[in-house]
């Protein structure tokens, strides 16, 4: 038995986070599998990105616990959290979050440089998955030299460059157009079953939580298991 058979890759058991008297997140549970696509879907103010963020050791759980592949993660402090941040997960973010000073090839080799990882090795890892994204002869181009769907796919370059085990998608096309927003949900999901990452994604778009599936939806800080489309 794998180890990923044997525990789901990611969950989280009655987690809670508070912001003064407001429970965002209320006792909530939910399992990621390898492989797994999951929606998270709700109203604004639902608690989606909180959730996201604590799943993610971004923000520590104010109650109940986070597990990877079966190991509590939520105690960690967070130079240990931050370390997991850049081995285990990928993240794309709604406006891609691009450092304005690097080239698309520096961008995606980030947690590969952030590692360790020799420059050359991280900057050749980080062209090889922009040219399977459909950015070859870009590398060298900053972010300012890109449309948004050619932002949010070296986004997801990096996201997957050092091969997570969970990537965390918040709204990635949010500043998108519809066509080209579910041109980099595509690129997303395809790029993600490569590696056999999970991918758990914070959306209002129905067009991309349609592509999930499981889809859960989240109000008022509890979630419920919604069918997939």
């Known amino acids: 038995m794998t180890q990923f058979e044997d525990h789901p890759v990611l969950a989280g058991r009655g987690l809670v986070k508070r912001y003064g008297e407001v429970h965002a997140l209320d006792g909530v549970d939910i399992t990621v599998r390898a492989g797994d696509v999951v929606a998270i879907v709700g109203p604004s ?5 909180s959730l996201l963020h604590v799943l993610s050791g971004v923000l520590p759980a104010d109650g109940g616990e986070v597990f990877l592949s079966g190991k509590p993660i939520t ?4 130079t240990r959290r931050s ?6 997960f990928g993240f794309v973010f709604q406006s891609g979050l691009l450092v304005a000073e690097l080239t698309a090839e520096e961008n995606a080799a980030l947690p ?3 590692g360790g990882v020799a420059r050359a090795e991280a900057i050749g890892a980080a062209r090889e998955w922009l040219t399977r994204l459909g950015l070859d002869g870009l590398h060298r181009r900053r972010p300012g030299e890109l449309s948004g769907g050619e932002a949010q796919r070296v986004a997801i370059a990096r996201a997957l460059v050092h091969r997570p085990r969970v990537v965390f998608a918040d709204e990635p096309t949010g500043a998108l157009d519809t066509r080209t927003g579910q041109e980099v949900v595509t690129s997303l999901l395809d ?11 914070v959306t209002h778009d129905q ?4 592509r999930a599936q499981r889809i859960v939806e989240l109000r008022d800080g509890r979630t419920s298991p919604v069918a997939a489309a």
């Open 45 to 49: 103010g639902s608690g989606k990105s």
């Open 83 to 88: 370390l997991l941040r850049r081995s285990a």
């Open 75 to 78: 105690t960690l402090g967070e």
């Open 191 to 201: 790029a993600a079953r490569q590696t056999g990452a999970a991918v758990v994604v």
């Open 112 to 114: 590969l440089l952030l």
């Open 207 to 210: 067009a991309v939580a349609s």
